[in-house]
Nanobody, 125 residues
Framework: QVQLMESGGGAVQSGGSLRLSCKAS????????MAWFRQAPGEEREGLAS????????NYADSVKGRFTLTLDNSKKTTYLEMTGLKPEDSATYYC??????????????????WGQGTQVTVAS
């Protein structure tokens, strides 16, 4: 079993920045990809970014390109989602996910086997 623990959520003013982290524990040798999703009330879950452990290649959703950056500390099995230029529409619950492979962010959320509990991000107008 793999456990994911998110941290770093909170409230920030429009235009501000936040750094989310997600640390994987348990049988982490079974995961080769970590990703971030978010879900606002009444909205579908949206894939934001993913990163491969082995190769370090990343993929970003159009909605966050140029504003969010996903990095990986492989030794710590921890990803960091640096978020800048935050907008009120970025307000959502942010979820960390992990899998053996990086499924498509737009259509492949259901392929991710492990999920964190979510951390709330609120961006004030």
């Amino acid at each position: 079993q793999v456990q994911l623990m998110e941290s770093g959520g909170g409230a920030v003013q429009s235009g501000g920045s936040l750094r989310l982290s997600c640390k994987a524990s348990g049988h982490t040798s079974y995961i080769d990809c970590m990703a971030w999703f978010r879900q606002a009330p009444g909205e579908e879950r949206e894939g934001l970014a993913s990163i491969h452990f082995a190769h370090g290649d990343t993929n970003y959703a159009d909605s966050v390109k140029g504003r969010f950056t996903l990095t990986l500390d492989n030794s710590k099995k921890t990803t960091y989602l640096e978020m800048t230029g935050l907008k009120p529409e970025d307000s959502a619950t942010y979820y960390c996910a992990a899998n053996f492979w990086c499924a498509n962010l737009k259509t492949g959320a259901h392929y991710y086997d492990y999920w964190g509990q979510g951390t709330q991000v609120t961006v004030a107008s």
